[in-house]
């Protein structure tokens, strides 16, 4: 089927959640996506934070052609390999002590929200005095399901679904007068981004994740990283968190855990884990032997080819760039971010929108978040000469839309740095 076909049915009979680029990609190799017509665009949104280790990685094709040949599904009644394994694996990565897998990032974050309430009804049945309430922060992107979006700010993904579950309220982003005031004992977790991925690339501070911390700690609420976008080594370190030295309770997992097969995880303490028992909470799909199988691959492969070294040496390097494009163009007015978690953000929607069509144009894949910000989460094995290619466009993009070169021609790309 052409592009112009399959756009053709698709708008007969598929539900309208998306509104897709005019692209047909048929095949990936590394950090290349190719389409039908056999170009080649850099990909710096590897599926949205998922493709980790790129296209056609050798230890991802091993394990799931490896792992096909044995068992696919078995359902959670009885035992296989892999979820010992990526257990043990993700307990050791995160400082937590049991996990619990299923499909997505929202089924963690479900699993991560239920794990809160009952977890409060088990202490408040010890005699403690602990409520229901959620607080998220503003901007805050937790998912699409009726728990996590509750907990979503941006009212446009909650209101034409309300009801949504009750008992959330939102704290303004990174702002710990507006946190100590909302809180009480009323609260039974506290959900946070470390770097908020949707809300803009936007790092939390050290002082409001302790205070955070402090908190929830104080009457037994539960701390719940999300860790879905900025987790599993896209910063640099496996958990956003551990830059900031704190240990939550709970820290949920999903994009690039089983490289590109739906996978998700809810990694939390002991004590959390007190609350759960059979029967509580469970999953159909959740942890199959061959999502688990790759995720233990895409963990080893990272590990041995040193990628958490790679993702913060190439990060530095190409936030440096970006840092030096900033001060050639005065539209970009802040750059953000940690490894290859990063953004410029530009001075208007309308050009933010304007560049990322025209990066697609110049065949290098990004995407615009929170209106105005340009956002970079490409593979893992990105290389500095790719930060390059990327950087050579959005400088010539930039240049063209430059108020003083109306009507004049860009530079075409003059090398930054
Ligand atoms: C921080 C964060 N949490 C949760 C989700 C939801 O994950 P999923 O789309 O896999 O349900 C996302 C997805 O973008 C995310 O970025």
Redesign the pocket.
Known sequence: MTLEEIKAIEAKVLLPTYERNPLLFVRGEGVHLIDEKGERYLDLLSG??VNALGYGHPAIEKAIVEQSEKLIHISNLFFHEGQAELALRLTKMSGLDRAFFCN??????EAALKLARAHAGLLRSEGRTIGTKVLALEN??????MG?VAATHKAKYREPFDPVMPGVGFVKFDDVADLQAKFSTDVCAVLI?AI???GGIRPVSREFIAVARELTQSVGALLIC?????GLGRTGKWFAYQHYDVRPDVA?I??PLAGGL?L?AMVCTEEAARAIHPGMHGTTFGGGPLACAVAVAVIDTIEREHLLDHVTDVGTYFHGKLNLLAEKHPAIVDVRGMGLMLAAELDSAELAKQVAAEMLERRVLINRTSETVLRFLPPFILGKNDVDEAIDALDSILTAHAPQAAGATSTGGKQIG
Do not use: L, N, V
């Open positions: 949205i934070g997505s990032g929202t089924e963690a974050m805050s992107f937790h998912g699409r399901t996590s981004e908020q991925g949707e999300d860790e879905i976008q900025a949920t999903a994009k739906p998700g």
